[in-house]
């Protein structure tokens, strides 16, 4: 930048900038990091397994014959192989009940099925999406839109209010007052579940999507706005057929960072789901999300232990799946937004 | 329909989402108040839990936090401006290792708050806290198991990006001219930096740092198995103790302590000062930021 100072090397100068640069490189480190240390405790179950399925392989051969005429439609003899291999592991082996049905780490013959808390995570996420984005988007729209500006100044920052309050004080409102006045309302019979935890955690999720909806709608051109208004279309149509169709892919992307934060949310899931690990699809029965069973259970399990891999498993699954929908959100929601623009203009 | 009827009628429903949200967010608030405002005297900030926690105040609670927080204050806030002055002064807006540290950070900033949780727990005691043990204390445990200085440093992690956030967002606000002119007077790019820019983002660092503490304070899901405990008879003395926070007790408090409706008071109360705390230390970075984009205008 400044040509007539190169000559002269000045250490210091040197010296901060190589140092500056590599302490910004400790947020990439940290993700890193993250990664390694979080894959790594789950990494053992994986191991396990293998070493497990050798010396069970014995065991396989003899239980070969029986499986065989359970099987009768069975083609060839590999394929039955596989097929008793795989349900003497599931018998045999808690690591590998990963894919069954019951999650009971804490017993005799511990199971550690995954399907009740992909379901009860996918249950809750589901209701505060539901909850939250469509409630969020309208609040938006009449922010950036209907709203006379001093009353846009007071709107937004009280809403913005809510993303301050921290998750243990939305998880404890829900616990202490929305269970109990939903309960009322609905009358179904257990206190805590699906339905109480969805709607705290879309509280959680309102200033996220309405502070990114509200950005990305007042981001359009007010040229856009000026043009519809001239042809006489009523502010109404001009919002909905106009700006908010020019901002779908930043309303998208506002829509799946709240997806990340619901899907994360660990205190308000342990706090108002009931925490009951079941299958069923009913939105008004416990559930038993996978963050809140990291939550809930880390404490208590032994270091190195499988159901601590399992645990740390779980987390890994978050945070790829988190990871994947902010990288979702930043460079494909993001180039669409930049490269609608640059056509228009 | 006629058309001015249906514009109404849109226009109330969006009026009407908005008035449902600030309707919760009120109804939050004075629940909380009139919930935990008659338990809230001096007593009960100052005093240790008594009877099992039946009864007494949550004094440790609101030590353990005020002391992990600027512990993690201590730790985030360098990190951070540095990296924002990088951002806003020397990365090439192009380059891709500014990209991918952007994209680390934002990255940071989603990462749900309890995986933090975990990695303080493999990482910070598991790997970092195991080794120091061998190393310093021949194997003993002291370094291996939650403590206070773990759980603080695993909420630095977590607000980084806040404090990276706010302080790039300060700097940029730093008018080029005053950058040119340092520069012209035969100012280095570092002597500008510390003259100029550093100067010149004190309310940005302020900023960011106030709403790091304010979310720190209020995150429970890192400290979990990284240090919080729910009763302690001490205060925390050392970087290897253990330590109560206010999120941590209102969580135990409300699910899993002994006689949850007899304690109920309690739980109110510690709610309001937690609210409290959060609620004025993000109110004070809404003023400052306010006055650093007023800058801009």
């Known amino acids: 930048m400044v040509t007539f100072n190169k000559k002269k090397f000045r250490f210091s100068d040197w010296l901060a900038e190589k140092v500056i640069k590599a302490v910004a490189f400790l947020s990439i480190a940290v993700v890193i990091l993250i990664f390694i240390f979080v894959f790594r405790e789950a990494f053992p179950i994986f191991k396990m397994d293998k070493k497990e399925a050798a010396s069970t392989e014995t065991l396989v051969q003899e239980s070969y014959g029986g499986l065989g005429t359970d099987n009768s439609t069975v083609k060839s003899a590999d394929n039955q192989v596989d097929n008793s291999n795989r349900k003497q592991t599931n018998d045999e082996k808690p690591s590998s009940s990963l894919l069954s049905k019951t999650w009971m780490p804490v017993s005799d013959n511990p199971r550690y099925g995954l399907w009740p808390l992909f379901l009860g995570t996918l249950k809750v996420t589901l209701i505060a999406l539901l909850f939250a984005t469509p409630i969020s988007i309208l609040a938006a729209i009449y922010t950036s839109m209907f709203a006379k500006p001093g009353i846009r100044e007071i709107i937004k920052p009280v809403i913005e209010l809510l993303a301050g309050f921290p998750s243990v004080v939305i998880g404890f409102f829900a616990l202490m007052v929305m269970a109990t006045v939903l309960q009322n309302i609905f009358g179904y019979a257990s206190r805590l579940n699906a339905f109480v935890g969805g709607i705290a955690m879309g509280l959680a999720a309102i200033p996220i999507i309405y502070t990114l909806t509200e950005d990305a709608l007042t981001a359009i051109p007010k040229t856009f706005i000026e043009a519809s208004l001239g042809l006489g279309a009523s502010l109404r149509q001009t919002a909905f057929y106009v700006v908010l169709p020019a901002a779908v892919p930043g309303i998208f992307a506002a829509v799946v960072l709240g997806l990340g934060r619901i899907f994360g949310e660990t205190m308000i899931a342990l706090m108002a789901t009931g925490n009951a690990a079941m299958i069923s699809m009913n939105p008004f029965d416990s559930v038993r999300t996978l963050s809140a069973t990291i939550g809930a259970e880390m404490a208590e399990v032994v270091f190195g232990d499988i159901h601590y891999n399992v645990l740390f498993l779980i987390g890994s699954l978050l945070f790829i799946f988190t990871f994947a929908l902010n990288a979702l959100a930043e460079f494909y929601f993001k180039n669409l937004v930049v490269r609608k623009y640059q056509s228009k203009k | ?297």
């Open chain 2, 1 to 297: 329909m006629n058309r001015n009827v249906k514009d109404i009628i849109v226009e109330s429903i969006t009026g009407i989402c908005v008035l449902v949200i600030i309707f919760i967010i009120v109804s939050i608030l004075t629940i909380t108040i009139v919930g935990g405002w008659p338990n809230l005297n001096w007593a009960f900030l100052s005093e240790f839990p008594k009877d099992g926690m039946t009864k007494g105040g949550i004094f440790p609670a609101i030590v353990g936090t005020a002391v992990m927080t600027i512990i993690m204050a201590v730790a985030a806030v360098p990190f951070g401006v540095i990296t924002a002055i990088y951002l806003a002064e020397y990365a090439n807006e192009k380059s891709v290792i500014a990209k991918t540290i952007r994209f680390a950070v934002k990255t940071l900033a989603v990462v749900p708050s309890i995986i933090f949780g975990l990695f303080g727990l493999g990482f910070f005691i598991g790997f970092v806290g195991k080794n120091m043990d061998s190393l310093f204390s021949g194997g003993e445990l002291r370094w291996g198991q939650p403590n206070i200085l773990w759980a603080s440093l695993t909420m630095a992690l977590l607000t980084l990006p806040v404090v990276i956030v706010s302080v790039e967002e300060a700097i940029r606000t730093i008018p080029r001219d005053m950058r040119e002119a340092s520069l012209a007077l035969g100012a280095t790019k570092w002597q500008t930096i510390r003259k100029v820019v550093l100067p010149g983002s004190v309310s940005g660092i302020l900023t960011g740092t106030i709403l790091a503490v304010s979310r720190g304070a209020g995150e429970v899901a890192p400290i979990l198995f990284t240090g919080a405990v729910y009763f302690s008879s001490h205060l925390p003395h050392s970087l290897s103790d253990q330590f109560m926070s206010l999120g941590y007790h209102i969580y135990i408090m409300s699910t899993q302590s002994s006689n949850v409706d007899a304690t109920q008071p309690i739980q109110f109360a510690t709610t309001l000062v937690l609210l409290f705390l959060t609620f004025s230390l993000n109110a004070v970075a809404v003023i400052l930021r306010y006055r650093i984009r007023k800058r801009t205008k």
